[in-house]
């Protein structure tokens, strides 16, 4: 970009900032300056009046003129300090400059108007002062050259003209001085003011280049957002499919099939868990990101979530023969209870996984907040990796990226989570020793610990039970069929509760369980669809609502609804523990 007065000078982007800064400085000096100068000439009129006895006449009007100069200043700078509008510069430089002006001309005219030709005494006297005020131009003005000038010029110019005019040898050689100072107090002046002129450019490159910073950082954070916005969005849409194709495996291994086909089927079921755990958590880190996770903070007891989860692994760690153990703890915690245990299966998870021999401790500290720990006797951690191993898809010693070593995102959900909930996590490891996680938990007071008691089985459920499915996917009404009729329940599907009156009003038997989508099309909503056929049979009908959504209202409304809340994809153990609870609570 160039000037477009003279095409080949770069244009100053910074120019106009620059001069309104200069003027900003001249005003916040102006005020220092001026009675500085008025004080000192109030001593030279004191001075000329009692001790050199001059008349008091020409002193007095001397003074005069200079309390104008600094009336007009300080009126200047008022109303300066009251303007609204400083970004334009021009009209507050042209102001000050013509009040320099006049104080240049006050302090070199005074040489003349005040001192007699024969009084040299007097003459170095008012000269030394004048030249200080001179001088003192320079710091206080410098860094806008025209006020400099306007103070500069008429003193010093002044008096080597006079001191050239009155003759003689001392008259003569200070002028030639005065015009040597005029030289180097110029040179100073342009020096000081280049160096304040580029101090406000690096400062204003470096604003504009945060600025620039600021701005991309924005643009790649909201880019994130929406990927994450999307997915968790979309994530309604994406778990149908996975849901459908787990039922109908589930639906086919109830049938007599062929030992190849059989393996075939456990292989698609495996590969249906792998797809649906990272696709959880990939879903997972989208919610957290979107921001669209909220914490619901509570006390609970800790202990009892410390044994599920070490009940929930014990399976897993017996077939590695490694031990896994939570000691007792009788003390409540304040956080979120589903949130926190996610943590904590992430953490075991992880401990289980990388721990060939020895055992898992899951444990608690006492202070002035809880430090939940999980030990392992396992591979370590090097320190180099400690900040590594929270990134998503990073795992170590598994190069090959083998799935059955996990998913490398367990670590990534957990750094996510504790800056959520505000948990302070912290790292100990020794390679080849184990390693600790120590999460710290605000407290909640002492609760009495349970004995533990073994699980009661849940009486079977009785089949030829009928179960009404209301799902606007038809794919997922056909899988849920295939499902439960393997399993040998009866079952009507539909895809809205209008559609499910007009079947069931033909239908002579009363259904034992509704199993419904929380959305369905046309904005008709689960819960709405349920209390409606409830209605219809004038009676509290055990219902279930499965859900692919992940907006944290929506399922808030939905465990508020008093319903079972289930999350698609559901596996088929899961489903079928639900149903085989709802109904049998009814029976009791």
């Known amino acids: 970009m160039t000037d477009a007065t003279h095409p080949s000078r770069?244009?100053?982007?910074?120019?106009?900032?620059?001069?309104?800064?200069?003027?900003?400085?001249?005003?916040?000096?102006?005020?220092?300056?001026?009675?500085?100068a008025l004080a000192t000439g109030f001593l030279i009129a004191w001075m000329l009046i009692v001790v050199d006895d001059q008349p008091p006449w020409r002193p007095l009007i001397w003074l005069a003129c200079g309390c104008l100069c600094v009336a007009y200043h300080l009126w200047l700078l008022r109303a300066y300090r009251r303007s609204a509008n400083r970004?334009?510069?021009?009209?507050?430089?042209?102001?000050?400059?013509?009040?320099?002006?006049?104080?240049?001309?006050?302090?070199?005219?005074?040489?003349?108007?005040?001192?007699?030709?024969?009084?040299?005494?007097?003459?170095?006297?008012?000269l030394l002062a004048a030249f200080t005020v001179a001088t003192g131009a320079v710091p206080a003005f410098g860094m806008y050259l025209p006020a400099f000038y306007a103070v500069f010029f008429p003193i010093t110019i002044t008096s080597a003209i006079w001191l050239f005019i009155l003759g003689g040898a001392i008259h003569m050689l200070t002028s030639a001085g005065i015009c040597i100072?005029?030289?180097?107090?110029?040179?100073?002046?342009?020096?000081?003011?280049?160096?304040?002129?580029?101090?406000?450019?690096?400062?204003?490159?470096?604003?504009?280049?945060?600025?620039?910073?600021?701005?991309?950082?924005?643009?790649?954070?909201?880019?994130?957002?929406?990927?994450?916005?999307?997915?968790?969005?979309?994530?309604?849409?994406?778990?149908?499919?996975i849901h459908a194709l787990g039922m109908y495996v589930g639906a086919l291994a109830r049938y007599e099939l062929a030992d190849e086909v059989r393996r075939l089927v456990g292989n698609i079921e495996t590969s249906i868990g792998a797809m649906d755990g990272l696709f959880n958590s990939l879903l997972d880190i989208s919610k957290l990101d979107a921001g669209i996770v909220e914490p619901n903070v509570r006390a609970f007891a800790i202990d009892p979530l410390l044994q599920r989860i070490c009940l929930e692994f014990a399976d897993e760690a017996e077939q590695k023969h490694i031990a896994i153990r939570a000691i007792p703890c009788g003390l409540a915690v304040r956080s979120d209870s589903v949130l926190l245990e996610r943590i904590l299966r992430n953490l075991v998870s992880n401990a289980i996984r990388y721990t060939d021999r020895g055992r898992v401790l899951l444990g608690c500290r006492r202070g002035e907040r809880l430090r939940i720990q999980v030990w392992d006797t396992g591979r370590g951690i090097p320190r180099s990796q400690f900040n590594r191993i929270f990134d998503e898809f990073y795992q170590l010693g598994n190069p090959e990226r083998d799935r059955d070593k996990g998913l490398g995102l367990g670590l990534a959900i957990v750094r996510r989570l504790t800056v959520l909930l505000d948990l302070p996590l912290a790292l100990q490891s020794k390679v080849g020793k184990g390693t600790v996680f120590t999460l710290s938990v605000a407290t909640a007071g002492r609760v009495a610990l349970a004995p533990p008691t073994d699980a009661a089985e849940a009486p079977p459920v009785s089949l030829e039970a009928l179960i009404l499915v209301v799902d606007d996917e038809a794919m997922v009404q056909d899988a849920m069929r295939s499902l439960l009729t393997s399993w040998g329940f009866r079952v009507i599907t539909a895809g809205s509760g209008a559609e499910m009156i007009e079947k069931i009003a033909v239908c002579p038997v009363a259904p034992d369980l509704i199993l419904c989508d929380y959305r369905l099309r046309d904005e008709e909503n689960g819960i709405d669809v349920i209390r409606q056929l409830q209605a219809e049979y004038n009676d509290d009908i055990p219902a279930v609502l499965v859900t692919g959504d992940t907006a944290s209202e929506r399922l808030r409304e939905a465990r508020d609804s008093g319903f079972i809340v289930l999350n698609k994809p559901v596996a088929n153990s899961k489903l079928r523990a639900a149903i085989g609870n709802v109904m049998n609570k009814r029976c009791t």
């Open 10 to 36: 770069p244009v100053d982007p910074f120019a106009e900032r620059i001069r309104v800064a200069q003027i900003d400085a001249l005003y916040r000096n102006v005020a220092t300056g001026v009675l500085g």
């Open 87 to 126: 970004e334009n510069w021009r009209p507050w430089a042209r102001s000050f400059v013509a009040g320099a002006i006049a104080d240049g001309c006050w302090w070199g005219f005074g040489l003349v108007m005040l001192v007699g030709p024969d009084r040299l005494a007097e003459q170095y006297v008012l």
């Open 181 to 241: 100072l005029i030289c180097a107090m110029i040179g100073l002046a342009r020096i000081g003011n280049a160096n304040f002129n580029e101090l406000l450019r690096l400062r204003y490159e470096k604003d504009a280049l945060v600025d620039q910073l600021r701005s991309e950082k924005e643009r790649a954070e909201e880019a994130n957002l929406s990927k994450s916005r999307f997915l968790a969005a979309a994530s309604h849409d994406l778990r149908q499919p």
